[in-house]
């Protein structure tokens, strides 16, 4: 497997791009939660919803479960469970991670529609580094896209010190991405990436400012480099995500492509929604943009639980005290959006969470696309995940597809 550096080459220049979410894969990855300063009650509800989420997947695709050598075997024996009927179609592959976020830490993969496959593998500093970064250390997490390409047998793309998290990011496969500005310019990421010459013996580089946070130098230079990277002509850039604490505010929250020209947006009526003024102006964005062909985009609403989702105080209370890592606390509304939603092989991966809207989101999707791709093409399945939600993420959040060449 080869490195291709920044100064050779890029995948726009080599014809490469990266495929929509709904394009054919090879497999779907994830990572085994363990981090007892992130996960309730010593991560074991949140491995439970871990194994139903991936025996949901591989209903239509092959996953990829990368466990922690002292959770190798636990892992092991619980896809040996008859009630997870679809356990053959589950790989549990020993790999060392800090946690267990594939959509960020893991491979985005590319493909030049002639039979190649590579893999950009972004700089990662746990959502913000020494800034406003969750957790410390990651440089386990630094590796994983690396020995997802080894794992794929395909070259690697590493640009020179660009920060970026799959779940910031979704594209529609014709040249067309999304991103927020919440997120891609905040001072955390790119805009103090610059590497400064640091002592060899030294753990951790040192930093320096590349561009002003928020600047419209570093929007243009983030431009210039997605599309270098992810092979795309147009960025549409939504203001805002509804996490800013966590993960800066990830586009997979918020809005995604059902097909090329139609995307899915979160929607709420109720004006007292913590998240009400987010959804309008995500929503009146997309629906007044075009995309890389000219297409006005069309814009479905899809709805946010009825109740915003709180963790108790007794899952608060049973995870580790660790200075280094975000607290839990039971009075702040949790990110439970069922746009965090993981599409593979015709399967549609739909967030539940015991909200009387649970039923509503799936049929509202299933409903979006049969309308888009015809009747019976989608299956859409709802997984309980707020166990996944309690660590800070969903089930976009925990997954990272490979596309198939």
């Known amino acids: 497997m080869r490195t291709i550096t920044e100064s050779e080459s890029t995948p726009r220049a080599d014809g490469y791009f990266m495929p929509a979410e709904f394009a054919p894969q090879d497999r779907v990855w994830m990572g085994w939660p363990h981090r007892t300063d992130t996960w309730a009650h010593g991560a074991k509800p949140a491995q439970s919803q871990y194994a139903d989420i991936a025996n949901a997947i591989a209903e239509f695709t092959t996953v990829v479960m990368c466990v922690n050598q002292a959770d190798y075997a636990n892992c092991k024996a619980v896809f040996e469970d008859e009630k997870y009927e679809n356990r053959d179609n589950i790989i549990v592959l020993e790999m060392t991670t800090d946690d267990a976020w594939f959509r960020d830490t893991g491979a985005t993969f590319v493909i030049d529609g002639k039979g190649g496959k590579r893999a950009n593998h972004w700089h990662f500093n746990a959502y913000g580094g020494m800034i406003d970064g969750l957790y410390f250390p990651w440089d386990k997490d630094e590796q994983i896209a690396l020995k997802m390409a080894e794992f794929a047998r395909c070259d690697r793309y590493r640009p020179d010190d660009m920060i970026l998290e799959g779940g910031s990011i979704t594209v529609d496969g014709e040249g067309t991405l999304v991103v927020t500005d919440q997120c891609l310019l905040s001072p955390g990421r790119t805009a103090s990436a610059v590497r400064i010459e640091e002592d060899e013996d030294d753990l951790w580089p040192s930093y320096a400012l590349k561009f002003q946070p928020w600047s419209e130098e570093l929007r243009e230079y983030m431009n210039e480099h997605l599309k270098d990277y992810l092979g795309v002509e147009k960025v549409i850039w939504v203001k805002e995500g509804i996490d800013p604490c966590e993960t800066n505010g990830h586009i997979d929250d918020v809005a995604t492509f059902i097909a090329p020209g139609v995307m899915a947006c979160i929607w709420s009526d109720d004006p007292d929604y ?92 299933q409903k979006i696309y049969d309308e888009t791709w015809g009747e019976g093409v989608y299956k859409c399945v709802g997984v309980k995940s707020e166990q996944v939600v309690y660590g800070g993420g969903n089930i976009h959040c925990i997954t990272q597809q490979e596309p198939s060449a």
Do not use: W
């Open 274 to 365: 913590p998240f009400y003024r987010q959804c309008h102006e995500a929503y009146e964005t997309l629906s007044n943009a075009t995309d890389a062909k000219g297409r006005k985009l069309k814009v479905y609403k899809l709805p946010m639980p009825v109740n915003p989702l709180y963790m108790d105080q007794a899952s608060c209370d049973s995870i580790d005290i660790d200075e280094n890592a975000e607290p839990r606390v039971p009075d702040e509304p949790l990110i439970a959006s069922y746009m965090n939603y993981l599409v593979t092989n015709h399967g549609v991966i739909v967030p539940q969470y015991g909200d009387e809207n649970d039923a509503l989101a799936v049929e509202t999707l």
